[in-house]
């Protein structure tokens, strides 16, 4: 019986595993919501530096982030930039450590559907 007891715990603990897998696996690019992204770049002020159709050079150092080739590069530069910092300007790096991973996939989504 103490045997059945302890297999069925560690049936629910690797269903847990699972469960926790699939959460992250939504957190994808492929998620990414463009409406949400749209409400980041506005309600974070993004364009206040980089335009607001993101075709800016922020403070004349950053690329023209509209025109990176992906989305999955902004959220790669996002992410350097929060965790790495910058030399060349630390306003960004504030900006970033603002956001979570959530939103860094959505304002990246949105950046990427304003490219020319
Ligand atoms: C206060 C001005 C400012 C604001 C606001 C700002 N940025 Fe930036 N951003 C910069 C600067 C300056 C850089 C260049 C940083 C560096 O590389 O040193 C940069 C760099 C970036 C990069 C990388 C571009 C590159 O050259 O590789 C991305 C992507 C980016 N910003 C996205 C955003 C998004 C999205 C927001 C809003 C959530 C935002 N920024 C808000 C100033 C700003």
């Known amino acids: 019986m103490k045997l059945f007891t302890s ?12 469960n926790y897998e699939d959460e ?10 463009l409406q949400d992204g749209k409400l980041v770049f506005e309600t ?11 075709q800016t050079s922020a ?7 509209a025109q ?3 989305q999955r590069d902004i959220e790669n530069a996002l992410f350097y930039l929060k965790t790495n910092g910058s030399a060349r300007n630390s306003a960004m ?10 939103m860094m996939l959505d304002v990246a989504a949105y950046v990427h559907s304003l490219k020319l």
């Open 93 to 102: 790096v504030d900006v970033a450590q603002g956001l979570n991973e959530q």
């Open 59 to 65: 403070l004349g150092v950053s690329r023209i982030i």
């Open 24 to 33: 992250l696996n939504q957190n994808s690019t492929q998620d990414a919501n």
């Open 7 to 18: 297999i069925f715990i560690m049936l629910a603990i690797f269903s847990g595993c699972n």
């Open 44 to 54: 974070v002020g993004c364009g206040g530096c980089h335009g607001g159709d993101a």
């Open 68 to 70: 990176i080739d992906t």
